[in-house]
């Protein structure tokens, strides 16, 4: 679709308009806990590209056969609106980057970790949709009546006699959608230390993730029965079940009578300097 002399990709507007969820709750959320929601914009415009380019080194490097094998085109490796975009990197080099910058304001981390948990598996379940617009990241073969089409070139090799497929990342999208939830409800019911909510939504994504990874039916790694994406999922999945719970066996200080932990969802009292909108003194 053209918009003038703009060319407008399915796959990219999908991802802006995840973006733009993300930032609108996270900063709803950290309105809620006393901190001027213009820092989020100021750290989205660090750590979205950072997330993007993270995003597509992971998958390149993973899928180098497709850019730097004979008969590939190393160029395509710089095409993102083709599809190719890997979580992993994703989510590291966006967290990281807007640690960072949030750490150069004063801003409370763990605040913010809270803040962006839910927003962060919001952005990915409308993400997920630029898949179908690009017909990639489909499970096997099936004829239920929620199976999706898929075009003759896209299809494998091994499976080119066959027309619908599993939906895997509306599965995803669905199953990130079921993490929102979760990580508003562990808030709600669990009195976690501040910062724990990050490690929730990590738990629980890498969780579904597992499984519709092993339903997928594109190229990937194998290590053993598994994706090189599932034994990531895996090894995901404990370092961020372990984190929580030693993050949450040291009880936090307690105020005035009351001796139990603060909730995750807690009020917090925001750095003054977390509160500006400018952009970070990266000098």
């Known amino acids: 679709m053209h918009l003038g002399p703009f060319q407008l990709r399915a796959y990219g507007l999908c991802i802006a308009l995840g973006v733009w ?6 900063a709803r959320r950290f309105r809620a806990r006393g901190g001027d929601p213009a820092l989020i914009t100021v750290i989205a415009l660090w750590a979205v590209p950072a997330g993007i380019i993270g995003a597509r ?68 379940a409308i993400g997920r949709w630029g898949n179908w617009w690009n017909q990639e990241l489909f499970g ?19 499976y080119a006699h ?11 999208s669905i199953w990130d959608l079921c993490v929102v939830g979760i990580v508003l409800l562990v808030e709600r019911r669990l ?3 501040q910062g724990s909510l990050l490690a929730v939504y990590v738990v629980a994504y890498t969780f579904g993730r597992f499984f519709t990874e092993w339903e997928r039916v594109d190229f990937a790694h194998k290590i053993g029965p598994l994706r090189l994406n599932d034994w990531t999922s895996v090894v995901v999945f404990a370092g961020a079940a372990l984190t929580l719970v030693l993050f949450n066996l040291r009880r936090p200080p307690s105020t005035g009578g009351d001796a139990s932990p603060a909730p995750a969802d807690a009020d917090a009292v925001v750095p003054e300097r977390a509160t500006s909108g400018e952009p970070p003194d990266v000098a």
């Open 21 to 26: 969820a993300a930032v609108a709750v996270s």
């Open 191 to 193: 009195r976690l230390r």
């Open 57 to 124: 080194i992971y998958h390149v490097i993973t899928d180098y056969e497709l850019y730097f094998t004979k008969g590939g085109h190393p160029l395509n490796a710089f095409k993102i609106w083709d599809g190719g975009l890997g979580i992993w990197g994703g989510i590291a080099a966006g967290v990281l980057v807007g640690a960072w910058v949030a750490h150069r304001r004063g801003a409370p981390l763990p605040v913010l970790f809270d803040c962006v948990a839910p927003a962060l598996a919001l952005a990915q």
């Open 162 to 172: 066959y027309a619908t497929f599993h939906p895997t990342f509306l599965y995803e």
């Open 140 to 158: 096997r073969p099936t004829t239920l009546p929620w199976a999706v089409e898929i075009a003759p070139s896209h299809r494998p090799v091994q």
